[in-house]
């Protein structure tokens, strides 16, 4: 990996400000700014910052001398958006200096494996100047006076808190620095700081810890203070392991599911066999509540839950349970019928109006469902009571789960605590609340605690999906211009319903590009532009509403949008006669993009020779601020291909690859690498192996031998990120970043090694390799044979 | 109600249940040791992997009576105590590489990982990417690669530190009077003596 020391320039000239109070575009940038935050009444130091200040980053328009006009996405992108949406909300966000000589902090937001947590410790450690390790970042409980500025999604967490949490610690470090001054009569311009301790020129020193409470205030005061050069960084932008690392090595690491609270016993919910069906009866429910171990059965919206004294018990009566049911909303949608109405809803090309007669590329491609389903199942932990409620789950967006249980339960909101859990991973599913609000419903039901948790099968089957798209294009061309590029993407609804759209209408609306377009077309817009100068450019997005359950997954629409787009880049490469790396350095608008590529092209010897049926692929993309290149080989030969694996798929190897990223700023080069290599497995498994099959109102897929998400036989045995130089001083989104451009890397890899383009995705996609459990009953029973397979 | 022992982490224990319940409900649910993750209950995703004896496999897929008094059950709040170190080598290595990402799979890989270096080593070879190519455990975060590198370098630092070989927990002395529990008020009384620490008990 390449991390740099190189120089960090502040701001980006040249580039005219969108927003008020744009820090980038403002002379000096950053570095000569005075940040404005407060000093609270408390036993020990704290200090609050307004996160207002977040508009200090919404970025600036692009200066772009160009054919193509900008797009919405180059104007103002999804995390401007959220950014804009932050900006006037009062909410304070707190940092604090204990007696034990630590600083702690309760981020509102959630910590889902992305490194957010060892991020934001690195920001407080940095400005505080404290050793990271004497940092304590927790996750806040539900805040609904924070509105929209406790949502963890769209990337956008490291652009929006970057500023107020380093605000934060640089107050805390000026008022200690103040009171050791005062204490000692001397003058604050003669002490220094370092690892937690204050030191006089003269020798004099004292640790952070013992001036906590002297530093404390009585009333509210207000400070002022300037941030660090990132010249001065000694943590932020160098590598640094995550600060949960030994809780997770050594199974400390407490999810949902190992929480203890009192009484709350497992329980598992039977399901029907269509996604979303209802119960008609239950035959047999005081059977059911007699068998060994179990305790309560209710009724529940969408399901008969059981509780008992273990999970396997809880099974074993789902199992027994005697239910008639009634069907879901899409019990007569299967892939085919899907398929069929997304092609009809697909619109027309506009046939752009050119002096001359264009050649043009034809292309559509289908997506089949995904499952954004995390290792972890979906738990959480519902402990209501007359008048109150308690609920312990990973939530992304805590406040709307807040809003929406106390509006179920029948509580006002103020009765509803919500506390966030550190999650197993999320990859969009934690946006929503659904095994949050299903424990409270069935603990409301019971009148008793429980840790209600969702089964592999309910994960994959009831839980939900980033649905079915289409996406055509037409690449209009002539000679070796490009005239034209043109994209419908077309898609079965996604749900948006867990506080972005509420987000979106209230900032979206008053920026220009807005209009009267709906929540997922705006999210659309604001996260899709070419990168190319393709001429007259459209990419459009049309739904249709079939009421599957579905949510974000990892870059939303970019996977596919990508893919799409750069398959069809290599076809117009083909067309011209040009090399697919040659064409786009021609072809692309964003100079960024342009680094990348060459730096992939470079350090992953781009055209050397490989043997038939091996093939390299490259795939580019911007987004969240960040530009990403990857560049990956792909083995399709026939003894790849069909190497045997017990009980999974093989199928094409990506042997090799390297991703090149440009972060704006990397806070912690390490885990932005982290970030990289997930995505890229993420890509893999999108382009190759992973879908759900859905029939008859059901995905088929059960278990992690039937959705194929990469394992170790598929990864790529060489990996490697490259974090280019610093392009600017603040950091970019990083999660989602990588997962489009690897997609699209993937594909046109394979397109390259098979002389085939692939249209459909993933590739597999047309075989079903495994035999699917029963749709009923809905969990499958543990097998009992484990120990024949010790080794 | 039946009444199943064995031993634990090296402490011999006693838990009421079920003949079928399996064994990762009783570790998790009744006894309160977390480390084993459930990822799936179907002897897939191998988040729950453990050690018997010293191998691995995983306590979704095994009832409880198949549990004989004189097994040894590792998990990963024990493997430590299998080489008298703080961390085991494949710990140690897992934090250089920084591999955990969501870290929910990674006790289950950890424990696979020891396996599977003991298994090459058995073989009279050393672990290759062949044989990390037959890791079966999901890491959905994806950090497959640091996984991979995790993987050769703990296996040189558990050759330096003798733990080639499968070795169970040691046995404490004088081993606690197998007590029955019954869940969970008992639990944590029992999760201290096995596990050490506070794990698990959470105060709101």
Not at chain 1, 69 to 83: K, R, S, Y
Not at chain 1, 101 to 124: C, D, K, L, Y
Not at chain 1, 483 to 491: C, K, T
Request: glycine share 8%.
């Amino acid at each position: 990996m390449t991390a740099s020391n190189g120089p960090r320039p502040d701001g980006e000239p040249g580039r005219p400000a969108a927003t008020p109070a744009s820090a980038e575009s403002a002379p000096g940038g950053l570095g000569r700014r005075r940040f404005i935050g407060y000093l609270i009444a408390a036993p020990t130091l704290a200090v609050v910052v307004p996160y207002s200040m977040t508009s200090a980053q919404a970025a600036a328009p692009a200066d772009l001398p160009v054919p193509s006009l900008p797009q919405p996405e180059e104007i103002v992108d999804l995390g401007d958006v959220q950014n804009l949406a932050a900006a006037p909300t009062s909410g304070l966000i707190t940092v604090r200096v204990h007696e034990d000589g630590t600083a702690s902090f309760a981020v509102p937001r959630a910590e889902v494996g992305q490194g957010m947590t060892t991020a934001v410790a690195m920001m407080i450690a940095e400005e505080l100047d404290l050793p990271l390790g004497k940092v304590r970042v927790t996750m806040a409980d539900a805040r609904p006076e924070l509105m929209m500025n406790q949502l963890t999604g769209g990337s956008n967490s490291m652009r929006s808190i970057y500023i107020p949490v380093r605000t934060a610690a640089a107050l805390a470090r000026q008022r200690l620095v103040d009171t050791a001054a005062r204490r000692w009569g001397v003058r604050a311009s003669d002490l220094t700081t370092s690892d937690g301790v204050i030191r006089h020129k003269g020798g004099r020193t004292a640790t952070y810890g013992s001036l906590a409470k002297a530093a404390a205030a009585s009333a509210t005061t207000r400070l002022e203070t300037r941030l660090k050069s990132p010249d001065d960084f000694t943590i932020l932008g160098t590598p640094q392991n995550r600060i949960d690392a030994l809780e997770a090595v050594t199974g400390r690491k407490q999810f949902a599911g190992d929480l203890r609270v009192p009484g709350a016993k497992p329980a598992m919910v039977a399901r029907p066999p269509t996604i979303h069906g209802t119960v008609a009866a239950v035959r047999n429910a005081g059977a059911v509540r007699r068998m060994p171990g179990i305790t309560d059965v209710a009724v529940i919206e969408h399901g008969v839950a059981v509780r008992g004294e273990t999970f396997g018990q809880c099974i074993d009566a789902i199992r027994a349970l005697d239910v008639q049911w009634k069907p879901g909303p899409v019990a007569d949608e299967s892939d085919a019928t899907v398929l069929r109405r997304l092609r009809k809803a697909t619109p027309p090309m506009a046939v752009p109006k050119l002096p001359v007669l264009p050649k043009h590329i034809d292309a559509e491609f289908v997506f089949a469902f995904a499952s954004n389903s995390p290792l972890e199942p979906e738990v959480a932990i519902a402990d209501v009571r007359s008048g109150r409620a308690e609920i312990w789950a990973s939530l992304k967006v805590p406040i709307v789960a807040q809003e929406d249980i106390a509006k179920r339960l029948g509580l006002p909101v103020h009765a509803v605590t919500v506390h966030v859990v550190e999650g197993g991973g999320s990859f969009g599913r934690h946006l929503f609340h659904d095994v949050a609000a299903e424990a409270a419903e069935v603990s409301q039901k019971m009148g008793k605690p429980v840790k209600l948790s969702w089964s592999r099968t309910d994960n994959f089957r009831q839980g939900r999906t980033h649905p079915m798209c289409i996406s055509r294009v037409r690449a209009s061309y002539l000679g070796s211009s490009v005239l034209a590029y043109e994209q419908r993407h077309v898609s079965s609804e996604t749900d948006f319903g867990h506080g972005f759209g509420e987000m979106l209408t209230s900032a979206g609306s008053k920026l220009p590009i807005a209009g009267n377009l709906t929540v997922a077309e705006s999210i659309f817009q604001l996260s899709q532009s070419s990168p190319y100068d393709f001429g007259a450019t459209t990419q459009l997005l049309y739904e249709i509403p079939l009421k599957f359950a579905t949510g974000s997954m990892r870059n939303i629409y970019s996977p596919n949008v990508v893919c799409a787009q750069e398959l069809v880049v290599d076809r117009l490469a083909a067309a011209m006669g040009r090399d697919p790396l040659a064409f786009r350095r021609r072809y692309l608008k964003d100079e960024k993009l342009k680094a990348v590529l060459e730096r992939a092209a470079e350090a992953g010897d781009w055209g050397r020779t490989l043997p038939d049926g091996v093939a390299q692929g490259v795939g580019v993309h911007h987004e969240y601020r960040g530009a990403v290149a990857v560049l990956v080989e792909i083995d399709c030969r026939p003894e790849t291909v069909n190497r045997p694996i017990e009980h999974g798929v093989t199928g094409p190897r990506v042997t090799k690859a390297l991703i090149v990223v440009d972060a704006g700023f990397a806070i912690n080069p390490r885990g932005l690498e982290a970030q990289m290599i997930g995505g890229m497995n993420d890509a893999i498994a999108l382009a190759l192996t992973s879908s759900l099959h859905i029939k008859d109102g059901l995905p088929l897929e059960g278990s992690w031998d039937d959705y194929f998400y990469t394992r170790q036989w598929n990864t790529p045995p060489t990996m490697r990120v490259i974090v280019m130089p610093n392009t600017r001083s603040t950091p970019s989104g990083a999660g989602e970043l990588a997962v489009a451009p690897a997609f699209a890397a993937v594909a046109c890899a394979y397109a390259r090694a098979t002389g085939t383009m692939p249209t459909r995705f993933p590739i597999n996609h047309g075989t079903l390799g495994f035999e699917p459990f029963p749709t009923q009953p809905s969990t499958p029973q543990s097998p009992t044979d484990g120990l024949d397979h010790a080794f | 109600m039946p009444t199943h022992t064995f031993k634990l982490n090296g402490k011999q224990v006693t838990v009421e249940t079920e003949d079928s319940v399996r064994l990762l409900w009783v570790l998790r649910d009744l006894l309160g040791v977390t480390g084993p993750k459930y990822g799936c209950g179907l002897g897939v995703c191998q988040a729950c992997t453990c050690h018997i004896n010293g191998k691995a496999f995983n306590p979704c897929s095994v009832p409880v009576s198949k549990i004989k008094p004189t097994d040894e059950i590792t998990t990963i709040e024990g493997l430590p105590a299998t080489v008298d170190r703080e961390l085991h080598p494949m710990q140690e290595a897992w934090l250089r590489h920084d591999v955990s990402q969501c870290g929910y799979c990674q006790p289950g890989q950890i424990m696979t990982a020891v396996a599977k270096v003991r298994q090459a080593r058995e073989a009279g070879r050393e672990i290759g990417d062949a044989d990390l190519d037959e890791l079966r455990n999901v890491c959905r975060c994806g950090t497959y690669s640091r996984i991979r590198e995790a993987i050769k370098d703990g296996a040189e630092h558990m050759r330096q530190a003798g733990a080639e070989t499968a070795r169970p927990a040691p046995s404490s002395s004088p081993s606690p009077t197998p007590s029955h529990t019954s869940p969970p008020d008992k639990a944590k009384d029992i999760l201290e003596e096995v596990a050490g620490r506070d794990s698990g008990l959470f105060s709101p």
